[in-house]
């Protein structure tokens, strides 16, 4: 973790004043942004408080995931909504919004945000699952780092002219490969159960 000298100052005290800043990029509703904590902190001209208004309070936080070889970063939360509003949010729109978290210090004497807070994660919503019980009220916000689209294997890709035409119009790369015999497969691995004439 690469801090500045002004948080290893407040690191090494006895009194560790941390917080996590949490922020959901939102078309409809802005960015919502949100302190783990009761109360408010102010960064970077911007209000990260203890409960939204729409949005209500940071409930949990799940470790972040490294992901392994087929996976990608990934952060699991928690928010508890106001009971009026779990039904007016449209949650499933919501997908695909940019997810932040940060790490931050703060002087117990200000309030004041120590610069400059730590990025612990950069992604996007996945999905939001309301959980209903008998006694909960939450929306699981399940997100994955922007690193999950290195995972798609674009099998729609076409290794020839035409293709590349259509999304890059001067491209002139492939236009004069002629005679492959040797059939390449861009994006997937080979069909195992393929038939070849020779």
Request: proline share 6%.
């Amino acid at each position: 973790m690469e801090t500045t000298p002004e948080m290893d100052a407040v690191l090494s005290g006895d009194r560790i004043p941390m917080a996590g800043l949490f922020q959901l990029d939102t078309a409809d509703y802005g960015a919502i942004r949100l302190l783990d904590g009761a109360g408010v902190l102010r960064w970077s001209g911007n209000i990260f408080a203890g409960r939204h208004a729409q949005f209500g309070v940071l409930s949990a936080m799940r470790a972040i995931e490294d992901g392994a070889s087929e996976s990608a970063p990934s952060l699991r939360c928690s928010i508890i909504p106001p009971v009026d509003m779990i039904d007016v949010i449209p949650w499933s729109t919501l997908q695909g919004s940019r997810v932040r978290l940060w790490v931050a210090c703060y002087s117990m004497v200000t309030g004041q945000v120590i610069p400059d807070p730590y990025a612990v994660f950069d992604g996007e919503l996945d999905i939001a699952t309301i959980r209903l019980g008998s006694k909960t009220l939450a929306v699981d916000l399940d997100c994955t780092s922007a690193f999950e689209r290195l995972f798609e294997d674009d099998e729609w890709i076409r290794l020839n002219p035409t293709w590349l035409k259509t999304y890059f119009p001067d491209a002139g790369g492939l236009d004069h490969v002629t005679g492959v015999t040797q059939q390449i497969y861009w994006g997937q691995n080979e069909p195992k159960d393929k038939v070849t004439y020779s």
